[in-house]
């Protein structure tokens, strides 16, 4: 299950910016991207966040907001910009060709920290 290990990854570098604001934070919400190709599992990575958040001083109130990149891709042939996926083969739907040049869906991107002052 890599979606623990994604889970502190996200979790280590949002408490490293906590820590450059200084004082006293606690951190509300973390955004991230996450591509297609990633072959996250949403669930798992939630529940993976979860478990771990309140190992992290500041981030037992905190929710992750994972927003999910549709993979496209150029096609090898034809040129077409297309979603490649397991319905399609992973090929064009308009010439059958497969991917030339993926634009976007491996993704894994730290957005944002939203944080308030602690007491």
Request: aromatic share 10%.
């Amino acid at each position: 299950m890599h979606e623990a290990t994604i889970a502190q990854s996200i979790l280590d570098l949002a408490a490293s910016k906590l820590e450059q604001i200084g004082g006293y934070n606690i951190a509300l919400k973390i955004c991230v991207k996450i591509g297609q190709f990633r072959n996250v599992d949403n669930h798992s990575l939630d529940f993976a966040f979860e478990s771990l958040k309140s190992m992290y001083a500041g981030f037992e109130s905190c929710r992750l907001e994972a927003q999910s990149v549709k993979a496209e891709a150029w096609c090898r042939e034809g040129n077409h910009r297309y979603n490649p996926c397991f319905e399609n083969a992973f090929c064009c739907e308009r010439c059958g060709s497969g991917i030339g040049k993926i634009i976007c869906g491996e993704e894994l991107e730290f957005v944002d920290l939203i944080t308030e002052a602690g007491n």
